[in-house]
């Protein structure tokens, strides 16, 4: 166990002063259900925590970032940054999934690829460092891992609607996108859906999630990206 967390403190450059605070951002409640251990042991009260901390971090740099822009935009922006996907996907950027401690249920059924358990686990680590070592290396580790690439990041959470402005930008009266499910994968209790994006009947690209709208999102962000190279090979 002390080598999986020496690992881990490699990948984010970042070590505890106090172990015990790392293995709890890791431990999933069923993992500690599984073992009949106190409610404290699982990381839920440290991603309250680190829920907490990401959002001041985050909106003083965003507020010190971007002196004129509105509140709404503000916002907004943050949103982007600290959503679900948004954070799952930096949990995949640290290998997160593979350092947490699960239940066999929850292992059985993929959860360590789920973007509620990762962007969760996520926050509990920002916590676990904020208790160990303080705002300011909490917010070391929110800036290289969160607040980071932000166009790309703000492109993926509105994706839908930015290729809607795209397309309509050059059409506006025979535009139609539509998002049909191609297939859908696993069991009823961890399904997740494949879609396309199809653009006036031409399918561009596809994406997958364990929900219909994440799945949406990454197959809109997938076509700008490919729009995007269109355009640029004119």
Known sequence: MSERLEQFQEIIGYHFQNKSLLKN??????FANERRWKYEANNERLEFLGDAVLEVVSSDF??????HMEEGKMTKLRASLVC??????????????????????EIR??????????SDAFEAVIGAIYLDGGVERAREF??????????????????????????????????SIVYPVIREEGPDHDKSFVVTCQINGTE??????????????????????????????K
């Open 25 to 30: 951002a890791l431990t999933h409640s069923s």
């Open 109 to 118: 059924t993929g959860g360590a690829g789920r973007d509620s358990i990762l």
């Open 204 to 233: 561009y690209g596809t994406g997958r999630g364990h929900t219909k709208k994440g799945a949406e999102q990454k197959a809109a962000y997938e076509t700008i990206l490919m729009l995007r190279n269109q355009r640029k090979e």
């Open 84 to 105: 679900e996907m948004s954070l799952a996907e930096s949990a995949r950027e640290i290998h997160l999934g593979e350092y947490l401690y699960m239940g066999h249920g």
């Open 142 to 175: 929110i800036l290289k891992y969160v607040l980071s690439d932000i166009e790309k990041k703000q492109l993926f959470y509105d994706s839908k609607s930015i290729l809607q402005e795209m397309v309509q930008s050059v059409d506006k009266e025979r535009t």
């Open 62 to 67: 965003i507020f010190h970032e971007n002196p």
